[in-house]
């Protein structure tokens, strides 16, 4: 059973405004990416610093149960929030995120028996679209922030992180887009262009 918890903390400041909140071909980009996960969810949930203003997608909403912690803390209460064993965390200004993708590294969890399933690029692990293992992930980063640490992958050491193959994301997204995320105008703008049909 997966839960599927979509992140709309962030600051957005090289947007100049809530990037979840934008407007992405006439919606909100968060509807756009929940619209595109819902599909493989047994629950769908929104992590958010100002739930009110999500209250219009009409799925559970989470405020941070780490205040002022930063993306470790907003990992925290992903995980913490969700009701299943399996948890997949999407970062809200991801237009292209994969379904394939995610369902792909849940697949691999189970048969493997990882705790994390997680892509790595030239820039580094993803953490903000991968699965990660309930039961053993929470205490594990619980631990981390407990001794200060800040990088959102600072208790990898402590689990067993299953790094996904180049083959294996572009079997499952060939597009090769999942893991771009829009963080200025220009980008935005480029990617509606792409998602136009």
């Not at 993306?71 to 995980?79: K, V």
Request: aromatic content about 8%.
């Amino acid at each position: 059973m997966l839960t599927v918890c979509i992140q709309a903390g962030g600051a957005s400041s090289r947007m100049g405004e809530d990037k979840a909140l934008k407007p992405f071909l006439g919606r909100p980009l968060i509807q756009r990416v929940v619209d595109r996960l819902q599909l493989i969810a047994d629950e769908l949930i929104v992590t958010a610093n100002r739930p009110e203003e999500y209250s219009f997608l009409d799925i559970p909403l989470f405020p941070d149960l780490k205040p002022g912690r930063g993306a470790l803390g907003g990992l925290y209460t992903a995980i913490a929030s969700a009701a299943h064993a399996y948890v997949a965390v999407v970062a809200c200004d991801m237009p292209f995120a994969s379904p394939g993708l995610i369902q792909a590294a849940v697949k691999i969890m189970g048969g493997e028996q990882a705790n994390v399933v997680i892509a790595r690029s030239e820039e580094g692990y993803e953490p903000l679209h991968a699965v990660y293992q309930r039961e053993t992930c929470l205490p594990a980063i619980e631990a981390a922030i407990d001794a200060d640490q800040w990088k959102v992958i600072a208790w990898f050491p402590q689990v067993r992180v299953r790094i996904l193959t180049l083959d294996e994301i572009r079997a499952a997204d060939p597009d090769g887009l999942a893991f771009w995320n829009v963080n200025t105008p220009e980008e935005f703008a480029r990617a509606e262009k792409m998602a136009r049909p």
